[in-house]
């Protein structure tokens, strides 16, 4: 059984800095992370390989937001920087992506959210 647990969130001003972590158990797998702000769909932000060797961001985020992991403490992690207002949203975790991985639907787990505000 997978198990995804994202923390880190919180309200911050804009122009600030914010760092996500995502606890896994349950296997090693490709990670994501995806945002969904209120009234809008669920969004792609970040996607790691297994190894670490392979990132890849939306250009909405290119730039400013970096994703990592430690396989050595099953954590993968998302820094944020220059934040801006459009990035409120609560932020999720996912795992073993099948297919694109820009979509919620190829990702097999996910994390139950964490709330990121950005006030202006």
């Known amino acids: 059984q997978v198990q995804l647990v994202e923390s880190g969130g919180g309200l911050v001003q804009a122009g600030s800095s914010l760092s996500l972590s995502c606890a896994a158990s349950g296997g090693s797998y490709d990670m994501g992370w995806f945002r969904q702000a209120p009234g809008k769909e669920r969004e792609f932000v970040a996607a790691?390989?297994?190894?670490?060797?392979?990132?890849n961001y939306p250009d909405s985020v290119k730039g400013r937001f970096t994703v990592s992991r430690d396989n050595a403490k099953n954590t993968m992690y998302l820094q944020m920087n220059n934040l801006k207002p459009e990035d409120t949203a609560v932020y999720y975790c996912?795992?073993?992506?099948?297919?694109?991985?820009?979509?919620?639907?190829?990702?097999?787990?996910w994390g139950q959210g964490t709330q990121v505000t950005v006030s202006s």
């Open positions: 790691i390989s297994r190894t670490g060797s392979f990132t």
């Open positions: 996912a795992a073993d992506p099948d297919g694109d991985y820009f979509t919620t639907g190829a990702w097999a787990y």
